[in-house]
């Protein structure tokens, strides 16, 4: 059984499965009624955080046009268009055995793309959540149903996996940001 999350709650991740290393991050949503006339199109992506909280370069950005980070740890399956369909709409794998020494943190994002020029927000999207599962066995360990508590917000940091003491935790975010991908990008250091 899976421990369900809510806002702000941190949970140990490696510390209650021993050997857990390859995880797939899922995320997903459906899209409300929406009568714009343009896709709808979500975008997770993960950054990996340094101490400061920071990537340490740009390559530290995985996510649609940089599908896997160079040490092998993150990797992006793809970009999903629209989020039709049930399950994960889009998903991250992370070797945890292979994130490098000095990656403190990787944070997963999900924002709208050309949301401003679509008139685009996350009030318009409903039942989005992101969950962690084993790879080796696809047992779901954890989820976090982030609820409706969005309107303008065209970016989210939805959640991240983060060292404690040897071990790796998940904190429960859900923080809206207002200017998309590139207000999250200089927010994490990434020369947008």
């Keep these: 059984m ?4 809510m806002k ?17 991050v899922g995320l997903g949503w459906d899209v409300n009624r929406y009568d714009g006339g ?9 950054f990996l955080l340094d101490a ?8 530290d950005f995985v996510f649609y046009n940089n599908l896997k980070h160079a ?9 999903n268009l629209t989020g039709e369909g049930e399950g994960d ?16 943190k990787i944070d997963f994002t999900v ?4 949301a401003e020029t679509r008139s685009q927000n996350f009030g318009q ?8 599962l084993d790879e080796t066995n696809g047992v779901e360990l954890i989820r976090f149903d982030l609820g409706e508590d969005f309107s303008v917000e065209t970016a989210i940091v939805v959640g991240e996996l983060y060292r404690h003491n040897g071990e790796w935790k998940f904190n429960a975010i859900g923080s809206g940001f207002a200017g998309g991908l590139a207000a999250l990008g200089r927010n994490f250091g990434v020369n947008v």
């Excluded at 702000?8 to 797939?24: E, R, S």
């Excluded at 924002?111 to 050309?114: F, G, L, M, R």
């Excluded at 999207?125 to 962690?132: C, G, R, T």
């Design 2 to 5: 899976p421990v369900s999350l």
């Design 8 to 24: 702000g709650q941190k949970v140990d991740l490696t510390k209650g499965h021993p050997g857990l290393a390859k995880l797939i």
């Design 38 to 46: 343009a896709d709808f199109d979500l975008d997770a992506a993960a």
């Design 52 to 59: 400061s909280g920071k990537v340490t370069n740009d390559a």
């Design 71 to 79: 040490s092998g740890a993150v990797e992006h399956t793809g970009d």
């Design 89 to 104: 709409d889009e998903v991250i794998k992370v070797d945890l055995s292979k994130v490098p020494a000095n990656i403190e």
């Design 111 to 114: 924002t709208i793309y050309d």
């Design 125 to 132: 999207v409903s039942n989005a959540y992101i969950h962690v």
